[in-house]
Nanobody, 120 residues
Framework: QVQLVESGGGLVQAGASLRISCAVS????????VGWFRQGPGKERESVAA????????DSADSVKGRFTISRDNAENTVYLQLNRLKPEDTAVYYC?????????????WGQGTQVTVSS
């Protein structure tokens, strides 16, 4: 069974940076395709970034392109999302999700989320 635990969220000012983490247990992260999603207040869930189990990074959402970067540390069994030049509209609960040896669609395992709040 795959378990995902997000951490690292918080309250920051616009323009700041934050790194959030998705700690994986139950399987090596190198066997998982992992995606980051977010859901802002009153908004639908949005796919933000994903890293294929092969290590290939998928195209990120236009809204975060050039600001957010996904990475993976196999030794730590953790996937990170680096959030730079944060904007108030980035305020959301950020979730990581995973599937086993799958593509960047259709995730089977989800974490509980970490709140990121960006003040103007």
């Amino acid at each position: 069974q795959v378990q995902l635990v997000e951490s690292g969220g918080g309250l920051v000012q616009a323009g700041a940076s934050l790194r959030i983490s998705c700690a994986v247990s139950g399987r090596p992260v190198s066997t998982l395709t992992v995606g980051w999603f977010r859901q802002g207040p009153g908004k639908e869930r949005e796919s933000v970034a994903a890293i294929h189990w092969t290590g290939v990074i998928a195209d990120s959402a236009d809204s975060v392109k050039g600001r957010f970067t996904i990475s993976r540390d196999n030794a730590e069994n953790t996937v990170y999302l680096q959030l730079n030049r944060l904007k108030p509209e980035d305020t959301a609960v950020y979730y990581c999700a995973a599937n086993i040896y799958g593509g960047v669609q259709g995730f089977d395992y989800w974490g509980q989320g970490t709140q990121v709040t960006v003040s103007s």
